[in-house]
């Protein structure tokens, strides 16, 4: 998911034109739960939180689909 999420965040910057550092993609695949809502802030303002919270949503379903399987299953 974090190397999704940096190359994302390199094809998206080419389209916003902000790029704070040379290997702004590497630093966000290392430190993405922190650096990526603050790329979103920095080029969407406070549109950016809701894609925070769909970028969080898309790292969140997994986990959660995986509980909700292990709970219908371990109520059989």
């Known amino acids: 998911m974090a190397l999704l999420f940096g190359w994302w965040v390199e094809a998206d ?3 916003t034109r902000y790029w704070p550092c040379y ?3 590497t630093f966000v695949f290392f430190g993405w739960p922190v650096v990526l809502p603050y ?3 920095r080029t969407r303002g406070l549109r950016g939180f809701y894609l925070t919270m ?3 949503g898309l790292w969140c379903a997994p986990a959660l689909a995986a ?3 292990y709970l219908v299953v ?3």
Request: charged content about 20%; hydrophobic content about 55%; overall charge neutral.
């Open 54 to 56: 769909a970028f969080f």
């Open 39 to 41: 790329y979103l802030f």
């Open 23 to 25: 290997d702004f993609g």
């Open 74 to 76: 371990d109520l059989r």
């Open 67 to 69: 509980i909700l399987v």
């Open 13 to 15: 910057s080419r389209q």
